[in-house]
């Protein structure tokens, strides 16, 4: 499956819901005080714009997007079960998360394909830019 | 694909399935007997107001916290700063009042944080 620009009416729902949850567990670290969760809240803020503006340069690297927000959701899930702490306001924050993390894999699913094909092809692209050929097998070249 | 959100949906179960270990190995058992008023504890511009408490040691305590901030904060009272060991973990609130009940605690000196903001700490000694 390669990667496509078009939206389904499918898409534009899971990204309204995509854009809904972020902007809710932002909100949700913004009441909480604190540098820390002042500047996690700002964090999502940005990748709410980042997921859903339709700029050219936002559209073509929205898979990095989404990959980083994955990581950035669970990077925040895997914080607070080290370190707590554990109440309600918490948890419903970490439910939020972890269902942002599954619509983003699905997303992704939808729009880009394969991670690993993904990630393989920008690669081979960005090697290409930098004026380097992709390894052919050809040793001493 | 399929392998990656698998490999992705075991590190958020394992990390939720730490969360609820955690915290349930994090409460402390309530305290049994006799318990006498405590002092009370300001949490007040993402700081505790006092940092340094005296209680008296050997006796159940009713600690009051109170939340002048619209921030949650707790009192979670532990043995040392590495806060491993927790003695009495007081309810998070936000612009509100709160009381534990904190076990009786031997003469000594003891460390108290609110788990929301750790950098809001202080000291509890018994006497």
Redesign the interface.
Known sequence: MSPRSSLRPLDVVIRIAIVGLILGTAYIHS????LLFTLNALGYVVAAVAIAIPLGIAIRYRWFIRLGL?GYA?TA??A????????T?AYIA?AIE?TL?ALL?ID??RMD????TVIKSELGLLAAKLGRRPVTGQAGV | MKRTIAILGLVLVAALGAACSSSAAAQPSAPTGPTSDGPTIVAKDMKFQTTTVEVKAGENLNLHFDNQDSAPHNVAIYTDSGASTPISVGQVVSSAKADQVVPALKPGTYFFRCDVHHDMTGTIVAK
């Not at chain 1, 607070?80 to 109440?87: E, N």
Request: charged share 5%; aromatic share 14%.
């Open positions: 009441t909480l005080g604190g994955m669970t899930i895997v607070w079960a080290v370190q707590g702490p554990y109440y306001t970490k972890v993390i894999a992704f699913a394909g394969n991670p690993v």
